[in-house]
């Protein structure tokens, strides 16, 4: 027998008591310990990717704008997979807070299956890359290095989406640990093999390209392999058996993973989508603008991985609380969280101010010339651009720890496209504001979406309302 749990089933959220002070703190210190393992992985990830960026610009400009090309092709199939994966974490969450360890291995289970189902025909999709790449108008000769890429490259996706399952699955029954060590020894794993195939070290054969796609590849089945063995040998997630009956129908639960999934993977598109458009914008400003765009890129996302990590540790705070029908907590998880992430970004915001003519070298050298001069200043105008790309981000996981992805979705679409890309052009070309426009209208567009963000939270979470759940009798 199924029962479902609605919102008529809890107790108010507000207007019972006040927590104390020492509440807060055990919330604080809750988040902060499932997030900072989750956040170092991320930054990992960008890491691995840093490396095969330098690595592959060795091989001079062409293999650089061809790889850059292939990564835009698995990029996209990647994220419209990592949204439906994404939702193993508030599932299991919901189940581990519930006491329920059947539904925390049915909700893995499902979220491998969508990695299969989804990554088999994507795979093959890359693999005719060239031809992709070729009908939407590239270079020839870049087109054809983006395939070669692909070639090696296109393989990576299921296993990698396959550790984003176990990754959620080991952070939502917070043991995150893990993930992060398997990670930091993948980072000098992948670049000696991506080294030694790019440029055929240590008498391996010389692939250049496709040899930096194999190693990508390599690195993601040993990180795959490695987390499974875990999940299913080591203290506590051995108990799960989460292996167990892994071709046994769950088709029911496999739609709910797409029905909360699938609004996950849209609104990363739409977001991914709106920085590739303003990236065009700046190459209609000039080749130093566009430099200037990615330099400012490059610095926004390594501190986004903060903020990240924790709006993935509030999935799970939030979907415990949800598990456990504890409405106070809930709303608590989600607040604590988004506090933690605004006070980080807005002291990295002031950071990357006072050094903003000194981060651009890094990325340009000592000649940065124009272009470091117009990152210096879109780095000054990032004051607002990321603490609301922060919030946004930590405010999207708490609503995921409601199943809450299908109001959200519609809100990234009115505030990246309608708000942000509308005032990017509009302030870029129609004032004459150039790059500094585009970064203004996009700001405004995370700005408003976070709002619209922390509103629905605070709204949902005041009404006690909360997703329908299901609990085995």
Not at 379 to 408: E, K, S, Y
């Amino acid at each position: 027998m199924v029962r479902r749990m609605t919102a008529h089933d809890l107790p108010l959220a507000s207007g019972v008591h006040r927590p104390s002070p020492r509440v807060w703190r055990a919330e604080f210190a809750g988040t902060l310990a499932l997030a900072w393992p989750i956040a170092l992985t991320q930054l990992g990830q960008v890491a691995m990717m840093t490396t095969d960026l330098a690595l592959v610009g060795r091989l001079g400009e062409q293999a650089l704008a061809g790889s850059a090309l292939g990564h835009i092709v698995f990029f996209t199939c990647f994220v419209f997979g990592m949204g439906i994966v994404a939702a193993v974490a508030p599932l299991t969450a919901q189940a581990y807070g519930a006491r329920d360890p059947r539904m925390v291995r049915r909700s893995l289970r499902v979220g491998l299956w969508a990695a299969l189902m989804l990554g088999l025909p994507l795979t093959a999709i890359q693999l005719y890359g060239e031809d992709l790449l070729l009908a939407s108008g590239q270079a020839p000769e870049a087109a054809a290095l983006g395939g070669v890429y692909l070639q090696g490259l296109g393989w990576a996706l299921v296993p990698a989406w396959f550790f984003i399952a176990l990754r959620n699955f080991m952070g939502a029954v917070n043991r995150p640990e893990p993930a992060l060590w398997i990670t930091l020894v993948a980072i000098p794993a992948n670049g000696l093999i991506a080294y030694a195939l790019i440029h055929g070290a240590w008498g391996l054969p010389r692939l250049e390209l496709l040899g930096a796609g194999v190693a990508t590849t390599l690195v993601n089945l040993c990180m795959c392999a490695a987390a499974l063995w875990i999940v299913s040998r080591r203290h506590p997630f051995r108990k799960y058996q989460v292996l167990g009956h892994f071709w046994r129908a769950d088709w029911h639960l496999f739609g709910k993973l797409i029905q909360i999934g699938a609004p996950i993977s849209g609104t990363f598109l739409l977001e991914y989508g709106v920085f590739a458009a303003a990236g065009l914008l700046m190459g209609w400003i000039s080749t130093a603008a566009l430099a200037a765009h990615q330099v400012a890129l490059q610095v926004a996302a390594v501190m986004f991985m903060v903020p990240f990590g924790i709006g993935m540790a509030a999935t799970v705070r939030v979907g415990h609380a949800v598990g456990r029908r504890d409405p106070d907590d809930t709303r608590r998880a989600g607040f604590a969280a988004v506090t933690l992430g605004f006070i980080f970004m807005a002291v990295m915001t002031l950071l990357v101010a006072v050094w903003r003519h000194d981060l651009p070298l890094l990325f340009l050298g000592g000649g940065a010339g124009s272009a470091g001069e117009i990152a210096a200043m879109l780095l000054l105008l990032g004051a607002t651009f990321f603490i609301a790309d922060g919030v946004q981000t930590i405010m999207a996981g708490a609503l995921r720890g409601l199943n809450d992805t299908r109001i959200p979705l519609l809100f990234s679409a009115i505030s990246f496209w309608l708000i942000g890309f509308a005032s990017a052009y509009g302030l870029a070309f129609g004032l004459g504001l150039g790059a500094a426009g585009v970064w203004i209208g996009l700001s405004i567009g995370l700005a408003v979406f976070s709002v619209l963000l922390v509103s629905r939270f605070h709204l949902l979470t005041r009404r006690a309302f909360m997703p329908e759940l299901t609990k085995p009798a």
